[in-house]
């Protein structure tokens, strides 16, 4: 081992403490103003936005008028896109995580497929628009409908919901199935009734703040050729559909031509995020009950 002289040792020491101060100052400061961004861009659509969310506002269909226009359909297509997006991805991504954990056999296959998990989690959302369009709007002639986009989102939050689930599958205490194994359970027995209670409070954790995600994509949306147009409240999942996203969308590149647009976004932006904070304070709520109770 190279001897070092005590003066040496101590101005090394001395930078170190001095480099780890800057990069705490930067930080922070990069972290302030994230949330001077943050606070500005909220409170310029409270102010723009409040004076027109009403009743009339949240009930009305849409209009060319902007002082008629309303976004329930815009509301009904979101709720019916997560109709068809939660079972999908709720089904699929923890069974998918179940096996993946717990059934398969571990080697270079296993690996690989996870890797590609983890991989397919970073993909750009406008790629999975693309795949959808392919697949959904035209390979199976859905167009562009409910099914066709709830299918396109399911594809793009499913990694990530894999990914949330595996890792909640990990942190389950390997002697609480063996335990369970020592009793005589069986390995069904033993995932049903220990490991997936065990690990809910991480998979519904991420499976809502996946489904967050969904709700707030646009880029799939337009090039599965969603419209915003006057068209009738969807009432199935092979009707056509606009969301939220869609709408501030529309309405804010129309901002250009009709001042008022730029209103309508905001009051939208400000529904869309009620709702996402809901979503998360639910994911949050209960995170915290089952986490008390196992």
């Known amino acids: 081992m190279k001897y070092m002289e005590p003066e040496m ?4 020491m001395r930078f170190r403490v001095q480099l780890n101060k800057i990069f705490q100052v930067c930080f922070f400061l990069a972290t302030i103003f994230g949330l001077i961004v943050l606070a500005v ?3 310029r659509v409270l102010n723009q936005g409040l004076s027109y969310l009403n009743m009339n506002f949240l009930t009305g269909k849409l209009s060319t008028n902007p002082d008629q226009a309303g976004i329930m359909g815009a509301i009904l297509g979101t709720f019916w896109l997560m109709a068809v997006v939660v079972p999908i991805t709720t089904i699929l991504g923890v069974g998918t995580a179940i096996y993946n954990e717990l059934y398969a056999k ?6 690989v497929i996870q890797t590609n998990i983890a991989n397919l989690a970073g993909v750009p959302s406008i790629v999975y628009g693309i795949l959808g369009m392919t697949i959904f ?4 002639n859905f167009g562009s409908v409910v099914l066709a986009g709830g299918l396109t989102m399911s594809l793009l939050v499913l990694p990530i919901v894999i990914v949330a689930s595996q890792e909640a599958i990990r942190s389950v205490p390997q002697h ?3 335990a369970s194994y020592g009793i005589g359970a069986t390995k069904w027995q033993t995932v049903k009734n220990i490991i997936l209670p ?4 991480g998979i519904l954790t991420g499976s809502i703040l996946a489904l967050s995600r969904a709700i707030g994509e646009t880029a799939p949306l337009v090039v599965l050729g969603i419209p915003a147009l006057l068209i009738p409240f ?4 092979f009707d056509r559909f606009t969301v939220l996203p869609m709408q501030i969308y529309y309405w804010t590149i129309d901002a250009s031509l009709v001042e008022e647009y730029a209103y309508l976004a905001s009051a939208t932006i400000i529904v ?8 998360n304070s639910t994911a949050i709520i209960i995170r915290n009950k089952f986490q008390q109770r196992y």
């Open 234 to 237: 969807p009432s199935g999942i």
């Open 272 to 279: 869309l995020l009620v709702l996402l904070f809901m979503l």
């Open 41 to 43: 861009l909220i409170v």
């Open 176 to 178: 609480l199935a063996e």
């Open 106 to 111: 571990k080697g270079r296959m296993q690996s």
């Open 198 to 201: 065990a690990s809910l409070p």
């Open 137 to 140: 709007a035209r390979a199976l």
């Open 9 to 12: 040792v101590r101005n090394k």
